[in-house]
């Protein structure tokens, strides 16, 4: 026995390609985010390893900037990992916002969608 077919209208079709575009933004904010935390556990685990250098090794730790690596004593180098996982922290926490406001807007898509549709319609990743 065959579905009866639902009539797809011009507003449909803009709501499922609104769909579309917030899930290719949720999913490369996913990757983002992914990235964003593991640059802050690499900066926390630095900033571990300066604290167990001796005196003769913290006078002049290498912090790779770009193409080049630049000296810096363990003092001036604390304060500028703090500031780089600083930095990445805001930035984690800006995506995590924007990914959530996302994921909001896409499920009231979904309802709205599955609502019409029912299961001839696949909004699932």
């Known amino acids: 026995m065959a579905t009866p077919a639902a009539n797809v209208t011009v507003e449909d079709q803009k709501l499922i390609n609104k769909f579309a575009r917030l899930y290719q933004n949720f999913t490369q904010l ?23 250098l001796d ?9 790779r900037i770009g193409k080049v690596f630049v000296h810096f004593d363990s003092d ?17 926490s800006e995506a995590e916002s924007k990914n959530g406001g996302i994921q909001a807007e896409m499920d009231q898509l979904k ?9 001839r319609i696949n909004l699932e990743g």
């Open 30 to 52: 996913k990757e983002e985010i992914k990235e964003l935390t593991n640059e802050v556990q690499n900066l926390n685990e630095a900033a571990d390893e300066l604290l167990l």
């Open 55 to 63: 005196g003769d090794d913290a006078a002049s730790v290498p912090l």
């Open 76 to 92: 001036e180098m604390g304060t500028k990992l703090e500031g780089m996982k600083e930095a990445a922290q805001a930035k984690l």
């Open 111 to 119: 309802k709205l969608l599955y609502g019409k549709f029912g299961d």
